[in-house]
């Protein structure tokens, strides 16, 4: 692409990139996207004359599931919690299981299994409390 001298060089810089992302972006993202693990630590404290607190998270996702730990304290009380979610796909749909753990007794497990034949689809859902309560159901979708 030539350009003419008479433009400033913001506009020039500015048609650059343009240039760059309308011609070479195409050609620059893949079939297929990599699959990709990312993990990560965040923490933060606070110490003052009365009282202290702490918090952190370690987070891990990658393709079909993801972890979080949430932890800390304030004033030498802890309390954490965590969440996890993994999905695997099947020969006729797909699974997946979470579960939850932690403050305030709201855990839970959940499993859902998704199929599919000619027809229709499948959903079975099931869950189940830290307080022991649970619920099923299955829901039929015809094409």
Same mark, same amino acid.
């Given at each position: 692409m030539i350009l003419p #001298?008479?433009?400033?060089p913001r506009t020039l810089a500015l048609t650059a990139v343009v240039s760059l992302v309308a011609f070479g972006g195409v050609a620059a993202v893949p079939g297929e996207a990599e699959a990709?693990?990312?993990s990560r630590h965040r923490s933060a404290s606070i110490n003052g004359p @009365?009282?202290?607190?702490? #918090?952190?998270a370690d987070i891990y996702r990658s393709p079909g599931s993801a972890s979080? @730990?949430?932890?800390?304290s304030v004033d030498d009380h802890g309390w954490s919690s965590s969440r996890? #979610?993994?999905t695997v796909r099947t020969a006729d749909g797909f699974a997946t299981h979470a579960s939850r753990s932690g403050s305030g007794g709201r855990g839970y497990e959940r499993d859902v299994d998704v199929r599919r034949d000619d027809d229709s689809v499948f959903i079975d859902r099931s869950i189940t409390t830290n307080s022991g309560a649970s619920r099923q159901s299955t829901v039929v979708r015809s094409w």
């Open positions: #001298r008479t433009l400033a990709q693990s990312i @009365h009282h202290s607190a702490s #918090r952190g979080v @730990h949430r932890y800390g996890h #979610r993994n």
